[in-house]
Antibody
């Protein structure tokens, strides 16, 4: 069973950079698929942030593209998210997930991690 | 404002059949497969239906999906109390080059 686990600071100061890492187990990132980030503000719906392939090809939500960088480290079987210049609107539960290319569905998800942006 | 439109709420009694709609456009539902996720309170979303009507292993056949034109539907038959959750539709949008979600539908089992 593929498992994903998010890690990173739960509190980020306004205008700084949010950094999260997703560690994948029971599946090698190098074997394929895309690996993505999704967020959910408290009490609100889901928003796709972006995804990366095992070879480093990226897809970003155009509304966040200017502030987002997703990278992959196949040696550690991890992928990471950086979101710059954060504001209170970026406070959310951040999920990592495996994404099937072309069909684009998200079949395995991490448990999520709450990131709060403080002023 | 979500790209895909879902009713904010739905309800039914145990044993009933309920449907949840998801409306989009030619750039998303009209040209790409639709997926459905459900989310129990305080937990991560889980894939429920993919590629319009396919069920992942372990999902009961009480759950079914369909698509017609720029709209899709999720049907739940034999409603059970544990089906009470938030349901989200999603699809790739060719204009935005992004995965887009519906705003979510909160299903209440009365």
């Amino acid at each position: 069973q593929v498992q994903l686990q998010e890690s990173g600071p739960g509190l980020v100061k306004s205008l700084e950079t949010l950094s999260l890492t997703c560690t994948v187990s029971a599946y090698s990132i190098s074997n394929g698929f895309y690996w993505g980030w999704i967020r959910q503000p408290p009490g609100k719906g889901l928003e796709w942030i972006g995804s990366i392939s095992h070879s480093g090809s990226t897809l970003y939500n155009p509304t966040l593209k200017s502030r987002v960088t997703i990278s992959v480290d196949t040696s550690k079987n991890q992928f990471s998210l950086k979101l710059g210049s954060v504001t209170a609107a970026d406070t959310a539960v951040y999920y990592c997930a495996r994404m099937t290319p072309y069909s684009n569905y998200l079949d395995y998800w991490g448990q999520g991690t709450l990131v709060t942006v403080s002023s | 404002q979500s790209v895909l439109t879902q009713p904010p709420s739905a309800s039914g009694t145990p044993g009933q059949r309920v449907t949840i709609s998801c409306s989009g456009s030619s750039s998303n539902i009209g040209s790409n497969p639709v997926d459905w996720y459900h989310q129990l309170p305080g937990t991560a979303p889980k894939l429920l239906i993919y590629s319009n009507h396919q069920r992942p292993s372990g999902v009961p056949d009480r759950f079914s999906g369909s698509k017609s034109g720029t709209s899709a539907s999720l049907a739940i038959s034999g409603l059970q109390s544990e089906d009470e959750a938030d349901y989200y539709c999603a699809a790739w949008d060719d204009s935005l080059n992004a995965v887009v979600f519906g705003g979510g539908t909160k299903l209440t089992v009365l």
